[in-house]
Each structure stands twice: as C-alpha cells, then as structure tokens.
C-alpha cells in the first residue's frame, strides 16, 4: 500500500475524510458508515476533541479503522489537552499501531462551562511538537536515554487557515511549522478557488505538500452557525451567507456541486483535498464518492 507521502506526491490529487470518533465507546455504527470509502478515500483523518467536545480516543478509533476497514489513519493531536510527556506516548502509541502520519495543532478553545471546569495544559506547542516527532524519528526520546532500537516513521503534518484576512501572518507561520518539520498542511475549508490557490503556491513554496480543506454544508442552521461560532471561517461569510432562506434540499444540492466544482478545478495544483463532515457524515461520504469516481474517471 502506497505511504501517505507517496500519496501526497501522486499524479492524481489524494482524497481523505475527516471525522470525528464516537461519542460513547461503541465504534460499530460510525465503521459501517466509513466502510462505504474502502477503495475510494486515500486516508481518514481523526480529529481530537474538537471544539472542546469529548469524543473517543483517536488512538483507540484509529486502531478500529485499520484493523477492520485497513484505510490509512491521520491522527489530529492537540497540544491543549496533555503535556509533553502525554504527547510523547500518544506518539510511540500512533507508531506503534501503524498510524501513518500526526497532525500537530495548538486545539481548539474549550468552550466556557464545558465538563465544569477545564484546564487546557498547552505545556508545548504545534511547533515544539512537530520538533518533538522529528526527535522520535530519529530515535531520540529526549530524555538522555539510548536511542530507540525500533526508530518510529511518522509523518508530520500542521494545520493552517487560508481564510485569514492578514494573510501574511498566517504565512508567517507555516514558514516556522516547515522550519519545524511539517512535511504537509490541512487547511480550513476553502470555498473559492483563488484563495486555495495563492496558499498552495506559498505551501509549495516552502516545502510543504497541501491538503486543501473541503466542508459540504448541509443547512441554513450549520451556515449560521459556522458565521457566528467558528472564527477561523469569519473570511468566508459572503459564501456561508448566501444559504439564508433556502430548504435543507436546496442547501445539500447547491453545497455539493460548488465543492465538486471547487476540487475539480484545483485538481492539478492542490496535493489533495479533505472532505469535513463538519455537518454529519453523511454529506462528506456523498461528496468523496462523487470525486472518487470522477477521479476514477479521468485516471483512465
């Protein structure tokens, strides 16, 4: 099976899943759901508690998909939920299992009130521990022991949002998450094409391979609501508020012509795309089985 490095280097873009783990301990509906993708996504990518909500252990989940559905896992993990030595377990543990690459972020905001009273630990951040993964590789556990006798292969990756409106600053920091060791970069969604393109030319600039992110909007309810809670999107409001007003039917159809559109025409510049099922699963598996076959198509 090809490496997700061998994948993100591909001539045909690379085409992944987002989604979050259950909520509770059983693993068996969302599975099925996923099985759907066996042979037409490249990879799933696990998020960690984000938005401040608590879902099963990616590390547990991840374990689930490639024992069962044998898909390649990315594994998101946070900074904000443990400190360095939890973080250096949690990375044996991804090696350990075969998790194919980690994705390094700071983590969301906890939301106030959540779980009573939360403490986020942020001990090192996503450039310290993209360093801390390179250290690894090497067999460096950086606690003045001999090296590892079975060195971990873990390929690193960030995250990153194109949407800002100073986007230099946000330049400004994938140039320290290369220098850092990021061999790839997730960003937030993107919803018009010039924007995806300037940041793949800089990504590409620096080294780094891009996974351009892709969110189908289900309904009016979940366009609002990335407007007024999810920051990060604030740049890409002329587009979410355009869904004011229409049928859930309306909003899915419109969602998942634009997006189809949107990858189609990045194809050629963009390593791959990252399908977030931000509004259920259900609207992302639609969406990647509508490019899976497309690029199916064209690959002939």
């Known amino acids: 099976m090809p490496s997700i490095l061998d994948n993100l280097n591909a001539a045909a873009p690379a085409l992944w899943l987002e989604v979050s783990p259950p909520r509770g301990i059983n693993p068996g509906p969302l599975l099925r759901r996923l099985a759907e993708l066996v042979g037409h996504v490249d990879a799933i990518n696990l998020t960690d508690n984000a938005l401040g909500k608590v879902k099963m252990s990616g590390l547990v989940f991840a374990a689930a998909i490639k024992g069962r559905l044998h898909i390649p896992v990315v594994l998101n993990l946070s900074c904000r939920d ?14 350990a299992l075969g998790i194919d690459a980690v994705v390094a972020l700071n983590g969301d905001k906890i939301p106030p009130g959540a779980d009573g009273v939360a403490i986020a630990s942020h001990d090192i951040d996503a450039y310290r521990l993209l360093a801390m993964i390179g250290d690894l590789n090497r067999g460096d556990t950086g606690e003045g022991r001999p090296p590892l006798t079975r060195i971990p292969s873990i390929i690193a990756g960030a995250v990153a949002n194109p949407n800002r409106k100073i ?20 960003t937030q969604p993107v919803f018009d094409a010039e924007i995806g ?22 309904r009016e309810a979940m366009a609002t609501y990335l407007i007024d809670r999810v920051k990060d999107l604030s740049g890409a409001r002329r587009h979410l508020d ?13 969602s998942l012509r634009e997006n189809l559109a949107l990858m ?29 076959r497309w690029r199916e198509e064209i690959g002939k």
Not at 269 to 288: K, V, W
């Open 242 to 254: 355009r869904f004011g007003g229409m049928s859930e039917a309306e909003v899915r159809e419109i």
């Open 82 to 95: 443990r400190n360095r030595f939890a973080l250096k377990s949690d990375l044996l543990g991804a090696a």
């Open 197 to 218: 393109r300037r940041f793949i030319a800089k990504a590409n600039s620096l080294g780094i391979r891009t996974m351009l992110g892709i969110l189908p909007v289900k």
């Open 264 to 292: 189609k025409s990045l194809a050629g510049e963009a390593a791959g795309f990252i399908i977030m099922s931000g509004g259920g699963p259900s609207l992302a598996i639609e969406l990647a089985l509508e490019f899976s």
């Open 167 to 186: 986007l230099e600053r946000e330049f400004e920091m994938l140039a320290r998450k290369a220098a850092a060791g990021a061999r790839f970069v997730i």
